[in-house]
C-alpha cells in the first residue's frame, strides 16, 4: 500500500495552515461578542452564496492529488451554523447554538490519497504541542474511500480521517503538528499554528 504525499511512506511530509484571518487563538469560551461575530460570518458568507464548508479553518494543500485537512472549532461551528440557516431563510435556534457553545471538544478532519479503497481503515490521529502527546476523544477513518476525480487518469483513492479532541486536553494557543497514521504504516504531518484560528 502507499499513501501519495510528497514522499514515500514512513517519511514526515509537513504543511503549515493556511488560514487567512484576523483571530487571536481558539476561542474554548467564546463571549456574546465572539459569537456575534461568527453569526455574522456565516449569514455573510450564505448571501454571498459560499458555501458553509468554505467557513472552515483549512490547512494542507489545495492540490486535490495532496493530503489536506479542516479544523472545526467552537466559533467556526457557530459561523457555519449560522450559514446553514441563512440558507434556508432562518435563524439559529438557542439551544442549537448553545450546542455548538457548549461542546466540549473539536473537529479535526483529514483527506489523504492512497493506492487502496480500504487504505485508511484503522488509521489514527493524534495532536503534538511541545514534545506533548494529545490523543483524540474519538476518531473514525472511511472504510471504502472514494475515487480520484480525475479517474481514470488517476488511480487513486481519497479517504476521509475524522477525529475529535477534548478542549481540555490541548493548548488552544499553541504551534500543533497533527499526525495521521495510514494503517498501513507511514505518516502524514501537518504543522497548525493554534494561534492563528478562531
Same mark, same amino acid.
Given at each position: 500500500?502507499?499513501?501519495?504525499?510528497?514522499?514515500?511512506?514512513?517519511?514526515?511530509?509537513?504543511?503549515?495552515?493556511?488560514?487567512?484571518?484576523?483571530?487571536?487563538?481558539?476561542?474554548?469560551?467564546?463571549?456574546?461578542?465572539?459569537?456575534?461575530?461568527?453569526?455574522?460570518?456565516?449569514?455573510?458568507?450564505?448571501?454571498?452564496?459560499?458555501?458553509?464548508?468554505?467557513?472552515?479553518?483549512?490547512?494542507?494543500?489545495? $492540490?486535490?492529488?495532496?493530503?489536506?485537512?479542516?479544523?472545526?472549532?467552537?466559533?467556526?461551528?457557530?459561523?457555519?451554523?449560522?450559514?446553514?440557516?441563512?440558507?434556508?431563510?432562518?435563524?439559529?435556534?438557542?439551544?442549537?447554538?448553545?450546542?455548538?457553545?457548549?461542546?466540549?471538544?473539536?473537529?479535526?478532519?483529514?483527506?489523504?490519497?492512497?493506492?487502496?479503497?480500504?487504505?485508511?481503515?484503522?488509521?489514527?490521529?493524534?495532536?503534538?504541542?511541545?514534545?506533548?502527546?494529545?490523543?483524540?476523544?474519538?476518531?473514525?477513518? $472511511?472504510?471504502?474511500?472514494?475515487?480520484?476525480?480525475?479517474?481514470?487518469?488517476?488511480?487513486?483513492?481519497?479517504?476521509?480521517?475524522?477525529?475529535?479532541?477534548?478542549?481540555?486536553?490541548?493548548?488552544?494557543?499553541?504551534?500543533?503538528?497533527?499526525?495521521?497514521?495510514?494503517?498501513?504504516?507511514?505518516?502524514?504531518?501537518?504543522?497548525?499554528?493554534?494561534?492563528?484560528?478562531?
Amino acid at each position: 500500500m502507499r499513501v501519495w504525499t510528497h514522499a514515500v511512506v514512513g517519511q514526515t511530509v509537513a504543511y503549515l495552515l493556511s488560514f487567512v484571518g484576523l483571530a487571536a487563538a481558539i476561542e474554548v469560551n467564546p463571549t456574546p461578542t465572539h459569537i456575534q461575530r461568527a453569526l455574522d460570518r456565516g449569514k455573510q458568507a450564505a448571501v454571498q452564496h459560499q458555501s458553509p464548508e468554505t467557513l472552515y479553518s483549512r490547512f494542507g494543500s489545495a $492540490d486535490s492529488v495532496q493530503p489536506e485537512g479542516f479544523l472545526l472549532t467552537k466559533l467556526g461551528g457557530v459561523s457555519v451554523l449560522a450559514a446553514h440557516m441563512e440558507l434556508r431563510g432562518l435563524e439559529p435556534s438557542a439551544t442549537e447554538l448553545t450546542h455548538v457553545i457548549e461542546a466540549s471538544t473539536m473537529l479535526v478532519g483529514a483527506t489523504l490519497v492512497g493506492a487502496r479503497q480500504d487504505f485508511a481503515v484503522n488509521s489514527y490521529m493524534i495532536l503534538e504541542q511541545g514534545g506533548r502527546t494529545i490523543k483524540p476523544f474519538t476518531v473514525r477513518a $472511511d472504510g471504502r474511500a472514494d475515487r480520484s476525480a480525475t479517474w481514470p487518469e488517476s488511480q487513486e483513492f481519497h479517504a476521509k480521517i475524522v477525529a475529535t479532541f477534548r478542549y481540555a486536553d490541548f493548548d488552544p494557543n499553541a504551534r500543533t503538528t497533527i499526525t495521521i497514521f495510514p494503517a498501513d504504516g507511514g505518516e502524514v504531518r501537518f504543522v497548525v499554528d493554534f494561534a492563528h484560528i478562531e
